[in-house]
């Protein structure tokens, strides 16, 4: 690893997990007991990995982890007597942490250059607690200092399944939601766990699907509809993954619920299309592409039907017809009042939407003019939306909140999607291109990674992080 690498990934690690600038919870730790409870003896431990260290006036900390029991320790080393030592942890991905009850704080004793703590465990898994510790320190009288976050390697067996854990850091145990209340966000990283219990087998966080949909169910306009017809479609196409991995019939009703909002919502404005909110009449590609997949994954799902197919048809009729897919084979963000073309940007979800769609809407028909369109469109994206050899956003900016960081993740959602439907596979090399830029250059210590592949300073999020987790699934089928 070069130095100017391991100088941005510090950079990074700082910036994503909180660093000593986030504000600490306000509760005190509780006891957590795994294989073993919380303050067991280090001498006990059969294994001790280092994955982090820190210095402050010439002392050493280090973060200790015995990976076979999912415990960590710390150690202060080079100092002096009445100098700290303690671990923080944290259920949130380093966003918070206990205060004031410091796991295992100790001093280093009359006479010593060192110390060290207790173990403790990184994980709550009686309370679906996915965490994280670091090391902290404090010379006698002097500064603090702590360690990068980091967890041991448990769920974390694999590069999809490390960021799949790291993503699973931001799903709120209170509200059943990413982020505490992503909403179409949240149903896109709902998807990519879903995604990636498919494809890996591990099956840790399946938990998250019934979670998910028993405390929302009701929410918002019920069965995970709202005024806004893309969000619907999002979680349509979320429950249609959950009912894929379980078979369980409900997940399927609710995804049938939210394709009749969309389509209840079809109007004649411009010719036909699903509108973008109740409260308006802009037609955009996104609702439409998503209405698409929707509809043609309920008709391959129902034994018999005729109404789901026929909605797609109508839907890809119109849709193919409407003036979004431009001149380059890019679509743009929707119409104008004028019902023309907008020129908005090409975001990356629109480009990958409608290749997960056509290639269910292929399923669905059997007409392999479908697969010849996807490949047009997305030979066109794969070769635009690059710079520098890797994928990135149009306006990509520097921060993983708010809606922009969830696209690229369903861009290459749906290039992977058909990249396994096509016999060549033509895709695969440039989306392990993508995720060996992300994995080297994007990625901290704790397997969190920031919204630009090629690398750079930036901060973390539940929006990169899915993304991230869409590609690294991508890649690796």
Not at 119 to 135: H, I, K, P
Not at 405 to 433: E, I, M, W
């Amino acid at each position: 690893m070069s130095a100017t690498l391991c100088a941005a990934l510090t950079t990074l690690s700082t910036l994503a997990v909180g660093g000593l600038s986030s504000a600490p919870a306000s509760a005190a730790p509780a006891v957590v007991c795994n294989k073993y409870c919380d303050a067991r003896d280090p001498a006990l431990s059969t294994h001790d990995r280092v994955p982090a260290t820190a210095t402050v006036s010439a002392r050493s900390i280090a973060l200790h982890f015995n990976d076979a029991d999912a415990m960590g320790w710390a150690s202060i080393d080079n100092g002096g007597p009445n100098d700290r030592v303690w671990l923080d942890r944290s259920m949130d991905g380093g966003v918070t942490w206990a205060s004031g009850s410091a796991l295992g704080d100790t001093s280093v004793p009359a006479g010593g250059r060192g110390w060290r703590t207790q173990m403790y465990n990184v994980d709550d898994w009686n309370t679906q607690g996915v965490g994280a510790l670091r090391a902290c320190g404090q010379p006698a009288g002097g500064p603090i200092a702590c360690t990068p976050w980091a967890r041991t390697t448990w769920n974390a067996g694999s590069r999809s399944t490390a960021a799949a854990t790291a993503l699973m850091m931001s799903f709120d145990r209170g509200s059943k939601l990413f982020g505490g209340n992503g909403w179409w966000t949240g149903a896109n990283a709902l998807t990519a766990i879903i995604d990636n219990i498919r494809i890996t087998g591990m099956n840790s966080y399946a938990y998250a699907m019934a979670d998910t949909y028993e405390k929302n169910i009701n929410a918002q306009g019920g069965q995970f509809r709202n005024e806004y017809l893309d969000d619907t479609g999002w979680w349509g196409l979320a429950w249609i993954a959950a009912y894929d991995l379980t078979g369980d019939r409900r997940y399927l009703d609710t995804a049938r619920a939210d394709a009749d909002h969309m389509y209840a919502n079809w109007n004649s404005t411009c010719g036909g299309g699903v509108r973008w909110s109740t409260n308006g009449n802009y037609k955009n590609a996104i609702t439409n592409e998503l209405f698409l997949h929707l509809a043609s994954a309920l008709h391959n799902r129902i034994p018999g039907d005729t109404v789901y197919l026929e909605r797609a048809k109508s839907e890809w009729n119109w849709f193919q017809r409407s003036g979004m897919i431009n001149g380059d084979r890019m679509i743009n963000d929707g119409l104008t009042d004028s019902c023309a073309n907008n020129g908005q940007p090409t975001w990356t979800y629109n480009q990958g939407v409608i290749l997960g769609a056509l290639t269910e809407f292929y399923k669905a028909t059997g007409d392999a003019g479908l697969l010849t369109t996807a490949r047009g469109l997305a030979d066109a994206s794969t070769v635009r939306l690059e710079t520098g050899g890797v994928l990135r956003e149009p306006g990509e900016g520097d921060n993983c909140t708010g809606d922009g960081p969830s696209f690229k993740g369903a861009y290459v959602r749906g290039v992977g999607v058909l990249n396994r439907q096509l016999p060549d596979r033509p895709y695969a090399a440039a989306l392990t291109r993508w995720a060996n830029s992300a994995y080297d250059r994007n990625r901290n210590p704790l397997d969190q990674y920031g919204p630009h592949w090629a690398g750079g300073n930036s901060t973390t999020g539940y929006g990169c992080q899915q993304s991230v987790l869409d590609l690294l699934n991508a890649a690796t089928r």
